[in-house]
Every structure is written in structure tokens, then in C-alpha cells.
């Protein structure tokens, strides 16, 4: 089921362009080498980095990035870069990956904002059209999400988007458990 799942995936991905989906205000495509200083505003950043184990070093946000451009290239999916349509600027990312910690297999959604964007509504806006487009266009049977104990607002936004809390997981970054969610997907 799940092999053939990520089959889907990677093959999609081979047919779609750099873009990936459009909201009403915001787009995602896939991450570019060009793309460091990007990274680095959003990964570099002890705001945004306060519940995520901290701010990345530059060989860290690189090795970070080339990870996302990675899962890509091997599962059809990453955390992509979130631009504005209107000025095209950088919004953060935003995505979908492996689900690493507990079995079944599976995949997780999670989102991460430059802080000159954030309280616009972007991070629901975009994070509901990741889901769509995880159960609408790729098809994937459920989607896993988790957030630090502390970070009432991505809690708030998992529950906004129907995610129902299921589990904890131990996230080495942060050294902490992190309250773990799932929402299926009643379609596929
Ligand atoms: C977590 C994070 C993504 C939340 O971003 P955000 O912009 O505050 O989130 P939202 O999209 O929910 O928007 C928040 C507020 O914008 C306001 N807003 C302004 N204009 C809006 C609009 N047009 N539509 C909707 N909401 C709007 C709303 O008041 C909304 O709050 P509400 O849901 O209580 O009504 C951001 O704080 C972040 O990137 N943090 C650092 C990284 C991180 O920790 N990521 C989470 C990992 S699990």
C-alpha cells in the first residue's frame, strides 16, 4: 500500500513542474540551490527556530536544505518553499515528508513561517492546501503532525484543520516529547 503510494509519488512528481499549488495568496514550489539565503532567513532564525531545538548554523541550514531537495528527488515530496503571489516574496515552507518516528508508514504535514509573515493566516491557508493536496492528488491514506508542548499556535492550527491528537514522540531537537497527530484521509 505504501510502496505504492510513494510509486505514485515520485512518479507524479516526475510530470509536475517546479510549481507545485497556488492559494489565493500564496504558492509553493520546489526548493533551488539558488535558494540559500531563503533557507537561511527562515532556518537561521531564533524566532521561528524557538519551539524547533533552536537556530541553524549555515553549514546546517545548507545540509537542511539539501535535505528537503533529497526527499524530493526520493519520495516526490518535501517542506517547499511558501512564496507570496501578490510580491512574490519568501513566506517560509510548508509540506510534506516521511514519517519517521512510529509505524504504520506514512507521512507528515508541518509548517514554518518567516516572522515578517506571520498572523497574516498564512500558515492555515497553506497548510489546508497541503492536506488537499495530499489526499486529493497524491492519494495518501493519512497524514501525521506534531508540534512542541508549548506551541499553542500549532496546535490551534492542527485542530483548526480536523487533526485529532493520538500519540507522543520523542523529537531530538527539542529533547522533548511532542504531542502527535493524525487525520485521515476518508476519501481515499
Ligand atoms: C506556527 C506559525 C506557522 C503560525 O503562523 P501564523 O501566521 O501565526 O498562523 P495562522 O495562519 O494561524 O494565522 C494566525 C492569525 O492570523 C490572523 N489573520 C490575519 N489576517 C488573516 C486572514 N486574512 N485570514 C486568516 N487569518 C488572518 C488571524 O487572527 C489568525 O489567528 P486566528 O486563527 O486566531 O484567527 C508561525 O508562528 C511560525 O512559523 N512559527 C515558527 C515555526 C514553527 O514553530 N512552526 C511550527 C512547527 S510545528
Known amino acids: 500500500m505504501v510502496s505504492r503510494a510513494c510509486t505514485r509519488l515520485k512518479s507524479l512528481y516526475s510530470f509536475v513542474s517546479m510549481r507545485i499549488l ?15 539565503p531563503l533557507a537561511r532567513s527562515l532556518w537561521a532564525d531564533p524566532d521561528v527556530m524557538n519551539f524547533l531545538g533552536g537556530p541553524l548554523s549555515d553549514d546546517k ?4 536544505m539539501q535535505s528537503e531537495m533529497a526527499c524530493a528527488e526520493e519520495h516526490g515530496v518535501q517542506y517547499w518553499p511558501v512564496f507570496e503571489n501578490q510580491t ?8 510534506l515528508r516521511p514519517w519517521a518516528y512510529t509505524p504504520p ?22 497548510a489546508g492546501a497541503v492536506v488537499k493536496h495530499a489526499f486529493e492528488a497524491l492519494q495518501l491514506p493519512m497524514l ?16 483548526k484543520l480536523g487533526f485529532q491528537l ?3 514522540v ?8 511532542h504531542p502527535t497527530y493524525q487525520l485521515k484521509n476518508f476519501s481515499s
Open 170 to 177: 520523542f523529537y531530538k531537537p527539542t529533547g522533548l516529547m
Open 105 to 126: 508508514a506514512g507521512h507528515e504535514t508541518g509548517f514554518a513561517l518567516v516572522k515578517a509573515k506571520w498572523g497574516k493566516g498564512y500558515a492555515s491557508e497553506i
Open 22 to 36: 497556488n492559494t489565493g495568496r500564496l504558492n509553493l514550489r520546489t526548493w533551488e540551490a539558488s535558494d540559500f
Open 166 to 168: 493520538v500519540d507522543e
Open 88 to 95: 512574490n516574496d519568501f513566506v517560509g515552507c510548508c509540506g
Open 144 to 159: 501525521r503532525a506534531g508540534h512542541h508542548p508549548e506551541h499553542l499556535n500549532s496546535k490551534k492550527i492542527l485542530l
Open 61 to 64: 541550514v545548507l545540509e537542511k
